[in-house]
């Protein structure tokens, strides 16, 4: 489970923890290789972080929670219109 640092987000992004629910991955890359070797000898925390993280984003994009996060979204555009 790798995520490179970004500006763009989901807005589930929020509940997930580095190196608990994946493996961060700097914006340029440089520490890819290093990453990829430290989850190939690791397996067992990736896999760990795999599961936590399908447990939050499974959460997150049920239906009920969609719909608060999308009203949320439009009650502050309609604030700010």
Same mark, same amino acid.
């Given at each position: 489970?790798?995520? *490179? &640092?970004?500006?763009?987000? /989901?807005? !589930?992004?929020?509940?997930?923890?580095?190196? /608990? &629910? !994946?493996?961060?991955?700097?914006?340029?890359?440089?520490?890819?290789?290093? *990453?990829?070797? @430290? $989850?190939q +000898?690791n +397996? %067992?925390?990736?896999?760990?972080?795999?599961?936590?993280? %399908?447990?939050?984003?499974?959460? $997150?994009? +049920?239906?009920? /929670?969609?719909?608060c996060y @999308?009203?949320?979204?439009? +009650?502050?555009?309609?604030?700010?219109?």
């Amino acid at each position: 489970m790798l995520k *490179q &640092d970004s500006k763009y987000y /989901e807005h !589930f992004y929020s509940v997930l923890k580095p190196y /608990e &629910d !994946f493996l961060p991955i700097k914006s340029d890359l440089s520490d890819l290789i290093d *990453q990829i070797k @430290w $989850a190939q +000898e690791n +397996e %067992n925390k990736i896999l760990q972080m795999i599961k936590s993280a %399908n447990l939050k984003v499974s959460k $997150a994009l +049920e239906p009920r /929670e969609l719909l608060c996060y @999308w009203t949320t979204v439009l +009650e502050v555009f309609d604030k700010d219109v």
